[in-house]
Every structure is written in structure tokens, then in C-alpha cells.
């Protein structure tokens, strides 16, 4: 197979920071996606409808001419997001999904949830309402192993959750682990994960191959080649419960390759090449457009895109750096090296 046309794909997990950052990576995601969830963590974060409906104009704004997309907004849970919040973010829209951060877990999670127990209201009114809970799913604590935090929060967090609340959506998203894949798998059709192409493609190793490699390093970390491949049979096995989320996490370079440089791996250049290279590698070309083009819009109760794009099989060189900022460039995951597969166009 040379090419492949798909509906056009959606992410359901993206970072696209703001300002001139913004303005530099949403071009990348708007030639592959026509939809994305977008990540509320900024500074300060996303937490009301009227700051996420301002987010969304700048995104808006800052789409280049000729192309569509439509930004899909979240809002930031605290300890203290007050439950009728929920209920604007119903009425409203624009907002389709609330998404939790362990207190310190990733970039910007400083505000994040500290106790479970303090958003319990909060939580039974996201239920009711079917608004879903997008989980970062690792535990903070620091007598935790970081190759174990993601399975610790399954036992702990994660189990408890959606047995005090089984009718809530929940998306574990970025998962990374067996663990994982067997508990979305084993849970009620409300339960969901995404899974990055990073993740598809690289296990633990590759943070350390050749020396420190500070780009591909992001949280969750990758893990051991069993659970690699645990996500990879989850991804191309057809079950609609897994779908595409790229996370993909700008950060500029000083900030990558500092002395305790930033988690996150920039992808959105080759944001659906980067998923046709891990399907061929696994021999599942053929699931790739129900992952990357209905599940994910299924699970949201959003209609399938009426487009569509092609690859075509084709290597293509990934450029050293990228434009980012005034002061400083994007290093994005492949930089100097190469893709297999090309974007070829838009029907």
C-alpha cells in the first residue's frame, strides 16, 4: 500500500499553549485535524467558561486562511471548581470535557486537584450532565517509583472513581501501561483512553539511547516493551474504546535542554504520519481510520468529518528546529531524522 485516504482525523489530547507560541503550532495541527481537545493548562490556567471561550477566540484567530478547524474546549478542575460551573459549561457549547491534574503532576499542574474527595459536587454534576473527566492518571507521590505512578493511580484513584461514579465518562488519557489498556478494557462503555504516537513507538529506552534525549522525554514517561506493545495491539485491535490523542506538548528548546528541562514531546508536524509508521509496523493499516477518525468523535457524541486526507508512502526529513517563539525555537520528536509517511492533501 502506497498511500492511504482516511476521514480526516480528530486529536483528542492537545497542548497549544498561547500568544505567539499558539500562533506558531497550530498551523501544523489545522493541516491534519479538523478537530482537537484542547488542553487547559496554561498560566493561569482555564478554569470558567468565559476565560475558556476567550482561549478559544485567540485559536480561532491565529487558524491560517484556507483551512478548518474547530478547537474543542476544556476547563481546569481545582479543589474548589464550583459544580454550577459545570452547568455553564453544559449550556454553553463550547466546552466538552473537564480535565483533572493531579496537583504537580506535568507542565502547569501546580493548580490541580489535591484531594478527589474536595470535588465530589463537582464530579456528580459532570455525571449527570454527561460532561467527561479527562484523567492525567499518575499519582504524585514521590516514594512512587515514576515507572509505577500510572499503576498505582489505577489501584488507588482511578478504580475508586469510577465505582463512586459509573455513569461518568472518563478518559484516561496518554496511558501508558497494561495496566491500563486491561483496565479501560475491563470497564463499562463510559470508560475510554487515548494513546500517543510517541507512546506507540517508543519505549523507555529511547529517553536514554545514545545519551540523555531530553525530547523524548514526557509524562508519563514511556515504559518497558511489554507495555509498549500492549498499547499497540489496544490501538489497531478495533475496540473504540482507545483513540487518537497525540499530546503533543510544545516547550521551547532552553526549556527542553536545561538542567531540569520540561516533559513533552512535540509531534503535531507529523501528527497522523508519526500513527501510520506504528499501524504499519504492527500490520494494521486498515484499523488506523476507525482510531484516528470515528472512535474518538463516537465516545464525544460529535459527528464523524464529512473530509478526508491521504498519505502517501513517502520519506521526508523532520527540520532541526522550528519556529516557536522571539527568543527561542521548537525541537520537534524526529528533528534531523526522518517519517515515512507524507501528507499528501485534503478532499
Known amino acids: 500500500m502506497d498511500s492511504i485516504t482516511l476521514t480526516r482525523p480528530d486529536d483528542w489530547h492537545l497542548h497549544l499553549r498561547d500568544g505567539e507560541a499558539l500562533k506558531a503550532v497550530l498551523p501544523d495541527t489545522a493541516r491534519r485535524f479538523a478537530r482537537a481537545i484542547v488542553m487547559p493548562n496554561l498560566k493561569p490556567p482555564v478554569t470558567r467558561v468565559a476565560e475558556a471561550a476567550a482561549y478559544r477566540a485567540r485559536i480561532l484567530a491565529a487558524v491560517p486562511p484556507g483551512l478548518s478547524f474547530t478547537p474543542l474546549m476544556t476547563l481546569y478542575l481545582t479543589d474548589n ?3 454550577d460551573e459545570i ?7 463550547i466546552i466538552h470535557a473537564v480535565k483533572l491534574y493531579p496537583a504537580g503532576a506535568t507542565t502547569n499542574a501546580d493548580a490541580g486537584v489535591t484531594d478527589l474527595t ?3 459536587k463537582t464530579l456528580a454534576r459532570m455525571e449527570r450532565l454527561g460532561l ?3 484523567v492525567h492518571g499518575e499519582v504524585t507521590d514521590p516514594a512512587v ?3 509505577d505512578r500510572e499503576a498505582v493511580f489505577i489501584d488507588t484513584v482511578l478504580a475508586p472513581l469510577t465505582k463512586d461514579f459509573p455513569a461518568l465518562k472518563v478518559v484516561l488519557e496518554h496511558v501508558t501501561t497494561r495496566e491500563g489498556v486491561e483496565f479501560v478494557k475491563a470497564s463499562g462503555a463510559n470508560v ?7 507512546h506507540l513507538l517508543m519505549n523507555r529506552n529511547a529517553i536514554f539511547s545514545g545519551g540523555l534525549r531530553p525530547h523524548h522525554y514526557c509524562l508519563p514517561v514511556p515504559k518497558r516493551e511489554v507495555h509498549r506493545q500492549a498499547l499497540i495491539a489496544a490501538a489497531t485491535s478495533g475496540n ?3 483513540f487518537l490523542g497525540t499530546d503533543s506538548a510544545p516547550h521551547a528548546r532552553r526549556a527542553k ?11 503535531a508536524h507529523a501528527g497522523i504520519e508519526l500513527y501510520a509508521e506504528a499501524f504499519e509496523a504492527a500490520g494494521a493499516l486498515d484499523a488506523l481510520e476507525g482510531y484516528a477518525s470515528f472512535f474518538g468523535a463516537d465516545f464525544y457524541g460529535l459527528p464523524r468529518n464529512g473530509e478526508q486526507i491521504t498519505l502517501v508512502r513517502e520519506r521526508w526529513r523532520v527540520p532541526n528546529e522550528l519556529p516557536y517563539a522571539a527568543d527561542d525555537v521548537l525541537v520537534p520528536l524526529r528533528a534531523g531524522e526522518t517519517v515515512g509517511w507524507r501528507l499528501e492533501d485534503m478532499q
Open 81 to 83: 471548581l464550583p459544580a
Open 87 to 93: 452547568d455553564r459549561a453544559k449550556e454553553c457549547g
Open 118 to 120: 474536595k470535588c465530589t
Open 132 to 134: 467527561p473527566l479527562l
Open 145 to 147: 517509583d515514576i515507572f
Open 192 to 198: 475510554a483512553a487515548t494513546i500517543t504516537a510517541h
Open 240 to 242: 473504540p474504546k482507545f
Open 257 to 267: 535542554e536545561a538542567a531540569c528541562g520540561c516533559a513533552g514531546c512535540y509531534t
